[in-house]
């Protein structure tokens, strides 16, 4: 089984930073790209930024390009988000994700569709 685990959220306030963790443990899985998702309840779940893990391209949403960095340590199976400037739009449950399968057009990997694994989730706060 593997497990997605998060950790680094909590309550801030408007401006401030968090970055978020995800490690991954259980058996050996080949993953080709990892992203981040966040949800409001009631809302549908939304593209944060994914990445291309062995190369380390990234793709993000509108809503924090400029703000959040995607990036990843291959030696650690961690997965990371960076999320400065935070605003309180940006308070939602943020989930990673992994996915195992093989796209050759990066773009297919904004897809929810597109991740095997995901992790339990997390809330993010920020207060104005």
């Known amino acids: 089984q593997v497990q997605l685990v998060e950790s680094g959220g909590g309550l801030v306030q408007a401006g401030d930073s968090l970055r978020l963790s995800c490690a991954a443990s259980?058996?050996?899985?080949?993953?080709?790209?990892m992203g981040w998702f966040r949800q409001v309840p009631g809302n549908e779940r939304e593209l944060v930024g994914t990445?291309?893990?062995?190369?380390?391209?990234?793709y993000y949403a509108d809503s924090v390009k400029g703000r959040f960095t995607i990036s990843r340590d291959n030696a650690k199976n961690t997965l990371y988000l960076q999320m400065n400037s935070l605003k309180p739009e940006d308070t939602a449950i943020y989930y990673c994700?992994?996915?195992?399968?093989?796209?050759?057009?990066?773009?297919?990997?904004?897809?929810?569709?597109?991740?095997?694994?995901w992790g339990q989730g997390t809330q993010i706060t920020v207060s104005s």
């Open positions: 994700a992994a996915a195992t399968r093989y796209y050759s057009i990066f773009s297919y990997y904004r897809a929810e569709s597109a991740y095997d694994y």
């Open positions: 259980g058996r050996t899985f080949s993953r080709h790209a």
């Open positions: 990445i291309k893990w062995s190369s380390g391209s990234t």
